[in-house]
């Protein structure tokens, strides 16, 4: 019991911990393809403490909605990243919310971004919430219907449960709805993410920012409650790629400690991994216009779409 | 029914039928006039046969009614209107008269066909009485449809119950009541026409329903 | 229990002769919303009763129809239902003791106010074809009368003709299908149509019927083309009404003729309601996305959530014809529960747009903004709302959304390829509607409560008073305690689930935690009341930390905006420049948009164009054709009251000819 | 028979008639007029609680014509009440002369008159002379104003009527033909009781014909389409009062004779279904009439043709048969005639008030007027079958017994139904709504008989009297 505590404990530590530096391995991973040297891999977690300490600077027009936002974000990021499973299954608080209620919980830090965004009344910020719901609305369907195909393959939508499911044994061998979800995953976390080619998180004097444009007006310790969020909503996405297309070495419920620092020690390796991965990619693509972005979403809206359609009409279940 | 008393209200209704015809040929006010006068008298002519034949005694009032009310003050009048109104002119038909007698001819055979057919239980007589007062009646409605002059439509409204009567006279044993009152509605229903007559011809020029229909109440 | 729900309704009736009798009277207002409450508050009382386990019972007045009495009775579905009414009832007419002083036209709204809410209860009593009918017809005639009073409006009096005319369809099928169910010898009586055995395709035609009748009042596409109009036109607090509760009574007539009187329907039934909820939610909350006016964005949203609420119906008649009952009760109690929260934030949401058009006189978003800071308590119950009708956790619109979801994932076990088709597009569409939700409700809060002012209207706005307030703050409390604990509320859904499909969910208040665990602890769990615990402790924690171990220094300054502050007002983005990119995704399919540039040669001083123009199809496809074939069919045949006499009788005769032909023919 | 409330209700109108041509002063020929339907009310209500008489061979009272003669003897007396008011705003505008006025109510009761004994005549053919006067007695009445319109509807109503008065009467004769062979030469041939109880012998072939000429005949006094040309403009040219009384109880007359015949068919099973027929003619009659509605601009011509469009539903009722949709098509007529007239006396006041029968120089009613308005409002919305008014427990009784009969025919009437109502509809919300239109001085009379026929068309709608019920269905049973 005390233990199950514990294990749930250091995942939420961990995901907290490990954020700014998924995001500095990426910055650095990206700048080195470019043939820069790039920043430090810690210089994340030098960003929120110099934030941390500066002054906020309020709009005069900004409301109690503006500044109870960013912890509002972090809290609801912060729990769905604690809900999902990084280096064991089984979690103690793993069925407070299952995977859809884990997309709502995403939602809801980006509805009250989006009217964040809004409150002060400035153009960027309506720019930005608008472009970003309108992704929105094209990303959380497919990645309903991800979770759609996963559950159906796995019967249930319990996070813990499916990746027990897809780990195995017996597993459940390679299926293509499989593959046509992780497509369409891969493209909805780098949307949700605001990564190359949806949107630039190092931009910022762009009309073609979205989710930067929503935060303009934060500074000081709300803006660092904001970026910690956004890096473990990466780490978030990561992992839940990790944790049901490459499941191996995680740990089980009632493991022992050998299995679970085997499961630490995969899933670190797993999210650099990603974090490469991911930094390869952007640093070889262009960013998109604003508009081809929902036909970007489209494909993985279809893929989630085939995939569970597959899974419904095949039968085997 | 002796053969004799047959064949002649036969002879009697088979005329009326024809002088129906010979209404809807007329083209001159004047000479519908008269003709309808014609129709009267056969009519009456009728009637009374029937009365005689069915020894019924009211019907000879019915007959006289149709004499002197249909035969003589009826076509009087109407034809002082016509010279008060000075509609010395042409009826205008709606279609040509070849045309309308053809039409008349086929509701001709459609009312023998239909009464044949439907009264084939009932005596030979009421049949073909019947037949014809249905011919009569059918012709009167289609000179009504195809004449343009009010007073030509009168007239074949005229004649139309004409046709009724000839039917009530060769029901046998109809009670009195229906003669009585058919006469005293045709009453009625003249003097009403006449003060409508008086009355348009106080607001029109003409008894034309040409003229009249052009008012109408949605018209802008 | 019946005699306090008819009770209830009686008063109501009552009220509205009060409201008569006294009509003129300045003091009328407030005292007829009050004792409006009553009743409302009875019958929520005595619906809960029920659903606890009271017993209903029946009553026959000797009135309807002559030889069969005016039936009523009340079982779970019903109680079910009276709870919807009564609890909507009385927070709106809590509200409107306040909202009524504003109103223009009193004495067109009080007498016809307490009598709608007695024909809804009447409504849900009913349990005889022609009582159900009168009282369903009633109920639509009453709140025609409420959307006509502001008639003076030219677009009011148009969305009242539209909203009748559609009204008296949607009745004319109910009566059709009754009259199929009910026989040549007319056995009105629900018991008799519930026992009577009928062909299969007689029961789907009759539920056919019964879905255009009750689906246009509910607002189901193509009939809804009314709702975003009439419901809007209303008084705000009848607005409420009408899309809280008023389209309730719609779905409990979908589920008291189909559910409960025509037993299963076949299964190739169940994929058209499934599709046809799914595409109205798309439909209807894209337009919410789309539309200017507060109100008719709130109208728009009501038949998306009606769309999820038949697309679950459709689901739960799926699994009856298959006869999976416990997936049925699944999708059932989704749909009830769905319906239950719609009530609470949908009335809400209306009265928050009625509380701002009382503070600024006006509801098009490009008039408002800021109003978070000159109403903020309005801003804060008004949020609320918003958050559970994105579908947000924990709230109680995405507990029953959860659990729409949860019943389409039980599907995979139907046997149908066809329906097997059908259910993950419409997941995929529900999905899309649930998405979409947010970014319409961003939108609508955003430009209405955030930003800067858009008009002195709103620069001026003051908050409202307290009786408003009030009604608001119970349905907001309500949004979050059923959003916190809906395992209390789904036990209470059982009776009536049980009554409808034979069993129901398991017991989910005997859960640990009180967590929400539908079909089992391995498939799908769901603990709102953590989850809000989790949010506000990190929530806490992270603020607390942030000021303890951080700066505290706050320094207020002119917006940053990237470094080109511009005081105009209307540089902030406005309704039209927020639904711009939504538009341009989906709206050249859903609604013909396209934007045309008008471009001045060089040298002409006229100023260029932007315009958006956009058309409805299914305006433009289903009812235009209608009404200009009747339109042209009335001008053709117009020309025969302007024939002469001659011609007249000349049809009499054609008409006498063309029988005795026939005769002679025939005989 | 010998009874003194029959006798009553026959004499008082034609005393009255002959009184009221001989007084002068309008004043008192108005009160005189309202106290003679009074008695005649009175005697018609006396007519139902006494006990019934026995048939004889001119008169007789039972299940069906009782409760018609009470209709009429009301209509006749709210009618009258609010005749008394408009005919004084007609002399006082000096669109009628005194004189005129005189002759007006002495027309009046002799209408009465003959409506009333058309209703309790036993006989074929004194029904047919009793029709045939009240026609001839309101063809004057519609041509009273003397304009160019009003003569001409006047002549319009008496040609068309004439010819199918004369069709009635040939059905008659051929009534007469048929019977004679099995009830004998002379007058028990005329009798409707005899007739009936002799039908079952009858040769069914002839009898058919007559049905045919009857149902023409009496129809162009419905007003079914297409014998209906008389009815929009009669009604639109005449004096309020006078189509209030054309549409709530003169079509009812003539309908009431045509259901007697049809009953004589349903006593002969091998004659001719009339169905068929009646149901042709009624949803004709329905959808034209819908249509028609929708180019009015004259607010009486388009009450008009709503009651064609009723009278078309209640012959598709009569034509579907059954003991359900005769009872909804007897109920419908009742229901027609008391919220038609209603409506009526509504546009009455309405006309009278703006100096205009035009939609488009009246509105907003409801606001300028709003007792009035109201009232004018709800009858609308009663004739348009809204709940909780009599004329939709009709409706509903015919669209639901016809679908379970014939399901494509009552799905036309329904679009027909729903085709008038949008109409209706239409001008409701021109008529009673949005900003007033025209003079806006206040109405001199209080609308009390469109208020009491409105409280006893929603009485009927929410609670039948039983006794009605109970002989509605006999004669439902009895129309096969």
């Known amino acids: 019991m005390i233990a199950a505590f514990a294990i749930q404990g250091i995942q939420m530590l961990l995901v907290l911990a490990l954020a700014p530096g998924l995001v500095g391995l990426v910055r650095k991973v990206k700048a080195r393809a470019m043939r820069r040297r790039g920043a430090s891999v810690l210089q994340p977690y030098r960003d929120l403490r110099r934030l941390m300490r500066k002054e906020v600077v309020l709009a005069d027009t900004a409301s109690w909605l503006f500044t109870a936002t960013p912890f509002l974000v972090f809290a609801a990021t912060w729990v769905a990243a604690s809900l999902v499973p990084t280096f064991a299954t089984g979690l103690q608080f793993s069925w407070t919310a299952d995977l859809i209620a884990i997309v709502a919980l995403l939602g809801s830090g980006r509805f009250f971004l989006a009217l964040a965004g809004m409150d002060v009344g400035t153009s960027f910020g309506g720019l930005g919430a608008s472009r970003e719901v309108m992704f929105a609305s094209m990303a959380e369907p497919a990645m309903l219907l991800t979770v759609f195909a996963l559950s159906l393959v796995a019967g249930s939508t319990q996070l813990s449960t499916v990746v027990e499911v897809l780990h195995g044994p017996p597993g459940v061998g390679l299926r293509v709805s499989l593959g046509m979800a992780l497509v369409a995953l891969i493209i909805v976390a780098i949307v949700e993410n605001g990564r190359i080619p949806a949107d630039n998180p190092a931009t910022h004097l762009e009309l073609t920012m979205v989710h930067e444009a929503m935060v303009l007006e934060y500074s000081g310790r709300h803006l660092a409650m904001i970026e910690l969020a956004g890096a473990m909503k990466l780490l978030l996405y990561v992992s839940l790629i990790a944790c049901l297309f490459v499941p191996w070495g995680i740990a089980r419920a009632g493991d022992g400690p050998g299995a679970l620092v085997i499961g630490v020690a995969t899933y670190l390796a797993k999210i650099a991994v990603g974090g490469v991965a991911l930094a390869l990619f952007e640093a070889s693509i262009a960013k998109m216009r604003v508009f081809r972005v929902p036909d970007y979403l489209g494909i993985a809206l279809m893929l989630g779409l085939l995939g569970t359609l597959l899974l419904f009409v095949s039968g085997t279940l | 029914m002796t053969p004799i008393a047959f064949d002649t209200s036969h002879l009697l209704a088979g005329g009326l039928v024809l002088v129906s015809f010979a209404m809807i040929y007329q083209n001159r006010l004047q000479a519908l006039l008269r003709t309808f006068a014609l129709h009267a008298v056969v009519l009456s002519a009728a009637v009374a046969w029937q009365a005689f034949t069915q020894s019924a005694e009211q019907l000879y009032l019915t007959a006289a009614i149709a004499l002197v009310f249909k035969a003589i003050i009826i076509p009087a009048a109407l034809r002082r209107i016509v010279q008060r109104l000075g509609i010395h002119r042409e009826v205008e038909q709606v279609v040509g008269t070849g045309l309308t007698m053809l039409a008349g001819m086929g509701l001709v055979a459609l009312s023998i066909v239909v009464m044949l057919d439907v009264t084939a239980k009932a005596g030979a007589f009421a049949r073909e009485d019947l037949a014809f007062a249905l011919s009569v009646v059918l012709l009167g409605l289609l000179m009504m449809v195809t004449r343009r002059n009010a007073v030509s439509q009168v007239v074949g409204f005229m004649s139309l119950e004409n046709g009724l009567i000839l039917a009530a006279a060769g029901a046998r044993g109809m009670p009195l009541v229906v003669e009585i009152s058919v006469a005293f509605s045709i009453l009625i229903a003249f003097i009403v026409i006449g003060i409508f007559l008086f009355r348009i011809r106080e607001r029109f020029d003409t008894v034309d329903l040409h003229a009249l229909d052009s008012f109408r109440g949605e018209r802008r | 229990m019946i005699d306090v729900a008819a009770g209830a309704a009686l008063f109501c009736l009552l009220l509205s002769a009060l409201a008569v009798a006294r009509r003129g009277r300045a003091s009328l207002s407030a005292t007829l919303y009050t004792l409006t409450i009553l009743p409302c508050l009875a019958q929520a009382a005595a619906g809960l009763a029920i659903l606890g386990g009271a017993a209903g019972g029946q009553m026959v007045l000797p009135i309807g129809l002559p030889w069969l009495g005016a039936h009523l009775r009340l079982d779970a579905l019903s109680a079910f239902f009276l709870v919807i009414i009564g609890t909507g009832g009385a927070a709106i007419s809590l509200f409107a003791v306040g909202y009524g002083r504003h109103e223009e036209e009193p004495g067109r709204v009080l007498p016809f106010y307490p009598a709608f809410l007695g024909a809804m209860t009447l409504v849900v009593l009913a349990d005889d074809a022609f009582t159900f009918l009168v009282a369903w017809e009633v109920m639509s005639l009453l709140s025609w009368a409420l959307v006509m009073a502001h008639h003076r409006r030219d677009e009011v009096r148009s969305a009242g003709y539209l909203y009748l005319l559609m009204a008296a369809l949607g009745t004319m099928a109910l009566i059709v299908a009754f009259g199929l169910l009910a026989g040549a010898d007319g056995s009105f009586a629900f018991s008799e149509i519930r026992a009577a055995s009928r062909p299969v395709g007689v029961t789907a035609l009759a539920a056919g019927l019964v879905l255009i009748g009750a689906g246009s009042k509910a607002g189901i596409a193509p009939l809804h083309l009314w709702l975003p109009e009439a419901h809007p036109a209303a008084p705000s607090h009848v607005s409420a009404l009408m899309s809280g509760v008023m389209t309730k009574v719609a779905v409990y007539a979908v589920l008291r003729v189909v559910f409960d009187l025509l037993g299963p329907l076949p299964w190739w039934a169940s994929p058209a309601l499934i599709l046809l909820g799914a595409g109205t939610a798309v439909l209807g909350i894209f337009n919410a996305a789309m539309a200017d006016d507060m109100k008719k964005i709130l109208a728009y949203s009501t038949i998306e959530n009606i769309g999820v609420i038949f697309a679950a119906l459709g689901l739960a008649q799926a699994f009856l014809a298959e006869g999976m009952r416990a997936a049925a009760a699944l999708a059932l109690s989704a749909a009830l529960f769905h319906a239950f929260n719609h009530m609470a934030f949908k009335s809400l949401l209306f009265m928050g747009a009625g509380a701002v058009l009382t503070a600024t006189g006006r509801r098009d978003l490009d008039g408002l903004g800021g109003l978070i800071r000159r109403m903020p308590v309005t801003a804060f119950l008004t949020l609320v709302a918003v958050t559970a009708i994105s579908a947000l956790p924990p709230l109680n619109g995405f507990a029953s959304e959860w659990m729409v979801f949860q019943s389409l994932l039980a599907s995979p076990r139907l046997p149908h390829l066809g329906l097997e088709m059908v259910i993950p597009a419409a997941g995929g569409l529900l999905a899309l509607a649930a998405a979409l939700a947010a970014a319409a409700f961003v939108r609508f809060y955003g430009v209405a409560f955030l930003g800067r002012a858009r008009s002195d209207a709103a620069a001026r706005a003051l908050e409202v008073d307290r009786a408003m307030l009030a009604g608001m703050g119970v349905l907001a409390a309500l949004c979050v305690l059923v959003g916190l604990v809906p395992a209390l509320v789904l036990d209470r859904l059982s009776p009536v689930v049980t009554a409808l499909t034979g069993t129901h969910l398991p017991v989910q208040g005997d859960q640990p935690w009180l967590t929400l665990v539908p079909v089992a602890a391995a498939r799908s769990t769901y603990n709102p009341l953590l989850v809000f615990a989790f949010i506000a402790v990190t929530a806490s924690l992270a603020a607390w930390g942030a000021v303890r171990m951080g700066s505290r220094v706050v320094r207020r300054g002119p917006a940053w905006d990237c470094g080109y502050p511009e005081p105009s007002v209307t540089t902030q983005y406005g309704a039209g420049s927020l639904a711009q990119p939504l538009r341009r995704v989906l709206g050249p399919v859903l609604l013909q948009s396209r934007e045309e540039v008008e471009m001045p040669a060089p040298g002409d001083m006229a100023p260029a164009r932007h315009r958006v123009v956009q058309g409805d199809p299914i305006r433009d496809t289903l009812y235009l054709p209608v009404v200009r074939a009747v339109l042209w069919a009335a001008t053709l045949i117009d020309r025969l009251q302007f024939l002469t006499i001659r011609r007249y009788l000349a049809m009499v005769m054609a008409t006498l000819v063309s029988l005795l032909l026939v005769l002679s023919l025939w005989g | ?480």
């Not at chain 4, 020929?29 to 008695?39: D, E, H, I, P, R």
């Not at chain 4, 139904?417 to 009673?432: C, E, K, P, Q, Y």
């Open chain 4, 1 to 480: 028979m010998n009874n003194l409330a029959v006798d009553l209700v026959l004499a008082v109108p034609a005393l009255a008639a002959g009184g009221l041509a001989l007084l002068p002063g309008y004043r008192l020929t108005a009160a005189l007029n309202v106290l003679a339907s009074l008695v005649t009310f009175a005697a018609a209500v006396a007519l139902v609680l006494l006990p019934r008489p026995a048939p004889g061979n001119y008169l007789m009272v039972d299940d069906l014509n009782v409760v018609f003669v009470v209709l009429n003897c009301f209509v006749g007396l709210t009618a009258a009440l609010f005749s008394a008011g408009y005919i004084g705003h007609e002399i006082e505008t000096g669109r009628l002369t005194p004189v005129y006025v005189r002759f007006y109510h002495a027309m009046y009761q002799l209408m009465m008159f003959g409506m009333n004994l058309a209703l309790v005549s036993n006989n074929i053919g004194l029904m047919w002379v009793a029709i045939e006067l009240a026609t001839l007695t309101t063809v004057l009445m519609v041509g009273i104003y003397r304009t160019h319109e009003a003569l001409e509807a006047a002549w319009k109503y008496f040609i068309l009527g004439s010819v199918g008065i004369a069709l009635a009467l040939f059905g008659t004769i051929l009534v007469y033909v048929t019977a004679q062979p099995v009830v004998g030469e002379g007058m028990p041939s005329m009798v409707w009781t005899r007739l009936i109880a002799a039908a079952p012998g009858f040769d069914p072939a002839p009898l058919n014909l007559a049905f045919v000429f009857l149902l023409l005949g009496y129809g162009t006094k419905v007003g079914l389409v297409p014998l209906h040309a008389w009815l929009p403009d009669a009604h639109a040219e005449g004096p309020t009062p006078i189509s209030a009384v054309l549409s709530g109880l003169l079509l009812n007359v003539a309908l009431y004779a045509v259901l007697r015949f049809k009953m004589l068919m349903a006593a002969q099973p091998a004659a001719l279904a009339p169905g068929p027929l009646m149901i042709g003619l009624g949803l004709l009659s329905v959808i034209f009439a819908g249509l028609m509605l929708y180019r009015r601009r004259d607010m009486k011509r388009f009450f008009a043709y709503s009651s064609i469009e009723h009278m078309g539903i209640i012959t598709f009722a009569f034509g579907i048969g059954g003991p359900l949709a005769n009872f909804a098509g007897l109920l419908h007529m009742a229901m027609h005639s008391l919220t038609k007239s209603a409506i009526f006396f509504g546009v009455g006041h309405v006309a009278q008030i703006k100096g205009t029968q035009r939609f488009d120089r009246i509105g907003g009613l409801t606001q300028s007027h709003p007792v009035i308005g109201w009232g004018l409002a709800l009858g609308i919305l009663a004739i348009a079958g809204m709940p909780p008014f009599g004329v939709f427990l009709s409706e509903f009784l015919v669209v639901t017994s016809s679908f379970a009969r014939a399901p494509a025919l009552a799905l036309i009437l329904a679009f027909g139904l729903l085709l008038a109502f949008g109409a209706l509809l239409m001008r409701l919300n021109t008529l009673a709504f949005g900003e007033p239109v025209g003079p806006q001085d206040p109405v001199r009379a209080a609308p009390v008989a469109l208020y009491l026929h409105m409280a006893l068309v929603l009485l009927a709608g929410i609670a039948l009297p039983g006794p009605m019920v109970h002989w509605f269905q006999t004669v439902a049973r009895a129309l096969g």
